[in-house]
């Protein structure tokens, strides 16, 4: 394994049975991620955009094949060992912003910390743009909500950040602002970036682009 890679996926499968239907979510993927690296995947809905980020983000097992995390087989680690590198190294941002409803923007950054730090959680707000720290989720426009999800992916001090289509449900201007966002705390913190889109425009944003099409990736 490259000493630069963060994340390494061999000869990846990932296959569920409906009945006698076989559906090949990953065939054969074979993927790696630099250290500090942002990468875009881009594929139409049902690609199998959202399974890699799973099987990449340790939360389902391949099939078959290997997934490696800073150097670790994550497929020899047991189930605690696997959430510990979860908890410690993977910050996550999906679609949906997934905030508790009854808490402002400050607690639901200090609910998931290892240490409730309400100074580092309104650092973290502060970087993804987010000043008013009292503000309910559903006071909060989709792209504020986004983006104080975004700071709640960070709070442990993650090395890398799997965001699963999060401008989907934004306008084009909010979603190559929020592309930015992750672009500049890319380049400022040193995170991992990998984002999946089905929205060629963020595709040109930059970054290393990956296209994706019924579980494989296109040359």
């Given at each position: 394994m490259n000493e630069n890679n963060i994340v390494m996926l061999e000869d990846v499968w990932k296959i569920y049975k409906n009945g006698e239907h076989v559906i090949h979510s990953l065939a054969n993927i074979?993927?790696?991620v630099e250290e500090g690296s942002f990468s875009i995947i881009y594929?139409?809905?049902?690609?199998?955009?959202s399974t890699l980020i799973r099987?990449?983000?340790?939360?389902?097992k391949p099939t078959m094949g290997k997934v490696w995390i800073k150097g670790k087989n994550s497929g020899k680690l047991a189930q605690k060992k696997r959430?510990?590198?979860i908890r410690d190294e993977?910050?996550?941002?999906?679609q949906g912003s997934?905030?508790?409803?009854?808490?402002?923007?400050?607690?639901?950054?200090?609910?998931?910390m290892l240490n409730?730090?309400?100074?580092?959680?309104?650092?973290?707000?502060?970087?993804?743009?987010?000043?008013?720290h009292k503000k309910l989720p559903k006071e909060m426009s989709?792209?504020?909500?986004?983006?104080?999800?975004?700071?709640?992916?960070?709070?442990n001090n993650h090395s890398i950040i799997l965001a699963d289509e999060p401008t989907g449900d934004l306008h084009t201007a909010d979603s190559e602002k929020f592309i930015k966002i992750l672009q500049e705390l890319n380049r400022t913190e040193d995170l991992t970036v990998v984002v999946t889109t089905n929205n060629r425009n963020i595709s040109k944003l930059g970054g290393n682009l990956i296209e994706i099409a019924d579980g494989t990736f296109v040359q």
């Open positions: 074979n993927y790696s594929g139409p809905s049902g690609s199998g955009k099987v990449i983000g340790l939360l389902e959430n510990i590198v993977i910050g996550f941002l999906f997934n905030l508790i409803p009854t808490l402002n923007a400050l607690e639901n950054i200090t609910l998931p409730s730090d309400k100074n580092l959680a309104k650092k973290l707000l502060e970087k993804v743009g987010f000043s008013d989709i792209e504020e909500g986004r983006r104080v999800s975004l700071a709640r992916a960070m709070v």
